[in-house]
């Protein structure tokens, strides 16, 4: 969670604001729409929302439209939905094709005032104008001299379908003898015949970020705009087309980008994952892209998501690896058990206990220890909530592959002294252990458990590239049994129950949530089906646990 007094009250931003102290904040979020966002971008957005939010100020969401090759309707829609789960909301949604008429008409003035010409060079022809391998001295190209009027009706040329991709572009005329990169003729527009999804086939070239982006923000009265690192160079760039071009004239300043270990954020290496089948979509749990951490259920941010689903969710009895528990003597009787220990308001439901029940395989041990403290034969177990504990009388087990598959058990109805796993209690009364457990006829799920997709803390610096790094036990999948008062949590979804007014993913499947006892938290995954209950683990129940 972001703590508004460290992030904006001290330190880079609160810089940032005191050099500009302006009584109207006026930020953008400017993604482009060639990807889903990741938690990267989920600092930006808090960074640039945040920002407006605490000065009083406001924030536009901004698609970066300019370049069709790579955008693609669905992006778009899926941006504005994160932004919202994230809980800001933009004071409106702007795009930066919206402006492209005007940026045109502006890359026309700066034909005019001498500052910008139409190029027909290569790559390599452009890398020796800069000097070339060997750093050696710039100098212009012969096109630079182009008279006002051969640079007009050469970009107009342009936009009406003269040239082909790559056999003119305009530049910028800005000051190569500068020893800054970005000052050495960047192109401010290029031919590309696509069709974009908001003006369709009405343009044939498109500006580019280095043209768009600064006045896009002037025409917006962006009065900070906020950007990363990569962009300290450019600023030069951006602070001299705006002084030519436009009165307005915001300021740029940089923070630093998230970086994550274990995992890779860049939409350029997600994209590859998913194209290539290591993971199953942008929304896959194991990655670190916003979709994929709103699919894994988690609602918030930051180390208290434990203490927070603690508090907020209700408890089932689940059990991932299923051994059926034949209690002698037994009868089916009715219990009723609280969906909260703590919290009685989330008040109880009704549950059968029946003759036969199923507890999780990593809850018995063929060969008892005395620091063993779950079931083991001769050992005495308590089952939550059920009318008594009981005692392992034998098993029977697959011989072939050496699995338990069944246990038989006895009804204890007092706590012995001879429980194996009694730990004295404070007042010197026995206790025994607890473990969960379900009952017959409960409905199968499949829960799933996500570890990192990586081995190694930096896969980008694995040999052979990150691809190489993957983990092949990053998704742990178990066909478990849950108990039948997971019908009743999910009819009452979303949980936590106010997370729906803050936007913290009301209505979608991972908004039911739970707590599995003793094992994890989880939520339901998309890809459950009327008679299929897919689950994600959220987080587990303790820090470290590996399951
Ligand atoms: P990627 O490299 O993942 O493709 P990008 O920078 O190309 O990301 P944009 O859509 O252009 O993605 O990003 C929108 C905004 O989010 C930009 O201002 C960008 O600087 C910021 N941003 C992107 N990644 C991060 C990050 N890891 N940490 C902080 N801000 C980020
Ligand atoms: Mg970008
Ligand atoms: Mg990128």
Redesign the pocket.
């Known amino acids: 969670a972001i703590d508004p007094e460290t992030m904006f009250k001290q330190g880079f931003l609160d810089d940032v604001y005191k050099e500009r102290p302006e009584k109207a904040v006026v930020t953008r ?4 729409p ?2 889903f966002l ?1 938690i ?2 989920a ?2 957005i808090a960074v640039n929302f945040g920002f407006a939010k605490f000065h009083g100020g406001k924030c536009y969401l901004r698609y ?1 439209d300019t370049n069709p090759e790579k955008e693609e309707e669905v992006y778009f829609k899926a941006i504005e939905e994160m932004v919202r789960w994230l809980g800001f909301s933009p004071v409106k949604i702007t795009y930066s094709s919206d402006n492209f008429q005007k940026l045109y008409d502006l890359a026309e003035k700066l034909i005019e005032i001498g500052n910008a010409y139409v190029c027909h060079c290569n790559d390599d022809e452009i890398k020796a104008q800069r000097g070339g391998e060997s750093h050696g001295e710039r100098f212009r190209c012969t096109h630079a001299e182009q008279s006002v009027e051969t640079n007009l009706e050469e970009f107009r040329g342009m936009r009406d379908g003269k040239y082909k991709p790559r056999e003119a572009f305009l530049r910028m005329k800005q000051d190569i003898t500068d020893g800054n990169p970005q000052m050495w003729d960047l192109a401010a527009y290029r031919v590309l015949d696509k069709p974009h999804h908001r003006t369709g086939s009405q343009w044939r070239i498109y500006p580019t970020y280095d043209f768009t982006h600064c006045l896009c923000d002037s025409f917006e009265g962006i009065t900070h705009s906020l ?2 690192t990569e ?1 300290v160079m450019s600023r030069v760039s951006y602070e001299w087309l705006n002084k030519q071009l436009v009165e307005f004239q915001p300021m740029q300043r940089e ?1 630093g ?3 994550i270990t274990g995992t890779v ?4 290496k997600i994209m590859q994952l998913v194209d290539e089948g290591y993971v199953r979509a942008w929304d896959d749990p194991r990655l670190y892209t916003l979709i994929a951490i709103k699919r894994r259920g988690v609602v918030r941010f930051d180390q208290t998501i434990r203490r927070y689903l603690e508090r907020t969710t209700p408890r089932l009895m689940m059990v991932l690896d299923p051994i059926p528990v034949v209690i002698e003597g037994a009868e089916e009787v009715q219990i009723d058990v609280p969906f909260h220990s703590k919290d009685a308001s989330m008040g109880s439901h009704k549950l059968k206990f029946t003759p036969t029940v199923y507890i999780d395989r990593s809850d018995f041990r063929e060969v008892d220890s005395p620091d063993y403290l779950r079931l083991a034969p001769g050992k005495v177990v308590g089952l939550f909530k059920a009318p008594y504990a009981i005692k392992a009388v034998s098993y029977s087990k697959d011989e072939s592959t050496g699995k338990v598959t069944e246990i038989r058990a006895e009804i204890v109805k007092e706590e012995p002294e001879e429980a194996g796993g009694a730990k004295k209690g404070k007042k010197g009364e026995k206790r025994i252990s607890y473990i969960q457990w379900v009952p017959s006829g409960s409905r199968e799920v499949e829960a799933r458990i996500h570890n990192s997709l990586f081995k190694s803390e930096k896969p980008e610096d694995v040999e052979g590239g990150f691809l190489k790094d993957i983990n092949p036990e990053s998704e742990v999948v178990y066909k478990g049994l849950i108990e039948s008062g997971f019908d009743e949590v999910k009819a009452r979804a979303p949980w936590p129950e106010a997370a729906g007014e803050s936007g913290h993913g009301k209505g979608g499947p991972e908004s039911v949530r739970f707590q599995a006892m003793r094992i994890a938290y989880f939520a339901v995954d998309s890809d459950s089906t009327d008679d299929k209950i897919v689950l994600n683990r959220i987080v587990s129940l303790k820090e470290d646990a590996s399951k």
């Open positions: 979020f400017p993604p482009e060639n990807g990741h990267g971008h600092k930006a970066d950007c990363t962009f923070y980008r998230l970086n954020l860049s939409k350029r």
